[in-house]
């Protein structure tokens, strides 16, 4: 429980006009805002699938880029997970500075969490 414990994260469920809408709450906007993206189990297993594939391979050395159905990026690093809120301004320069940084072994603990929390309504690790 120490990730969400250090990213300050907390998980809920918010009804807007008769729709339940499931939300993050963190240090990062930024991060809230990418697993916002994420909101149902299959979209979270794609996700999980992205970074165990960038992790289970040391050697390959390109970071691997995601981007959102919202046009945000998610650029998962071996080590290093960069989010970026506009894919576009990153196609157009590589360069830029990302919106949120965090180890790559976090980002998955916390989508893993996120993924929990969908399916079963818990907000902890999953086991």
């Given at each position: 429980m120490s990730i969400l414990t250090d990213y300050k994260i907390s998980f809920g469920v918010k009804k807007i006009h008769?729709?339940?809408?499931?939300f993050s709450n963190s240090i990062s906007p930024s991060l809230n805002a990418i697993l916002f993206e994420f909101g149902n189990v299959i979209d979270c297993d794609a996700l999980l699938e992205v970074i165990?594939?960038?992790v289970s391979n040391p050697i390959q050395s390109e970071d691997i880029l995601y981007t959102t159905?919202?046009?945000q990026m998610i650029?998962?690093?071996?080590?290093?997970?960069?989010?970026?809120h506009?894919?576009?301004?990153?196609?157009t320069?590589?360069?830029?500075?990302?919106?949120y940084n965090l180890p790559t072994a976090d980002?998955?603990?916390?989508?893993k969490a996120w993924?929990?929390?969908i399916t079963n309504g818990n907000n902890g690790l999953l086991t």
């Open positions: 008769n729709t339940d809408f499931k165990y594939l960038r159905q919202g046009l650029r998962i690093g071996f080590s290093l997970t960069r989010l970026y506009d894919a576009e301004a990153y196609d320069n590589p360069n830029t500075i990302p919106a980002f998955k603990e916390i989508v993924k929990n929390f």
